[in-house]
């Protein structure tokens, strides 16, 4: 059974950092997508960013380029997101998602179908 579980949210104040983690299991952590996403109150969720496990590939919404960044540890089936210089505009529900399936090197996980999802964790910036 896949499960995907969030830490690492809280409140601070804009320009400050803050860095999510999601733990992977159920199924083999390699060579395929991961994902976050974010929705806050009264929008509709948005992607933020992917890594393909496989080679580490990383694509980004533009709204977080140059400030958020993707990664993964392979020996704890974990991804980050380092959030730096966040605004408050940035407040939000982040996610974890996974695409599990078996994605051959190359393949563009931006466009990946997710299909498991964590609880979230909350994410709130002042101003």
């Known amino acids: 059974q896949v499960q995907l579980v969030e830490s690492g949210g809280g409140s601070v104040q804009a320009g400050g950092s803050l860095r999510l983690s999601c733990k992977a299991s159920?199924?083999?952590?390699?060579?395929?997508?991961m994902a976050w996403f974010r929705q806050a109150p009264g929008k509709e969720r948005e992607w933020v960013a992917s890594?393909?496990?496989?080679?580490?590939?990383?694509y980004y919404a533009d709204f977080v380029k140059g400030r958020f960044t993707i990664s993964q540890d392979d020996a704890e089936n974990t991804v980050y997101l380092q959030m730096n210089s966040l605004k408050p505009e940035d407040t939000a529900m982040y996610y974890c998602?996974?695409?599990?399936?078996?994605?051959?090197?190359?393949?563009?996980?931006?466009?990946?179908?997710?299909?498991?999802w964590g609880q979230g964790t909350q994410v709130t910036v002042s101003s």
């Open positions: 998602a996974a695409d599990a399936r078996y994605r051959a090197r190359g393949y563009y996980c931006a466009g990946a179908q997710y299909t498991y």
């Open positions: 890594i393909y496990t496989g080679d580490i590939s990383t």
């Open positions: 159920g199924y083999t952590f390699s060579s395929n997508c």
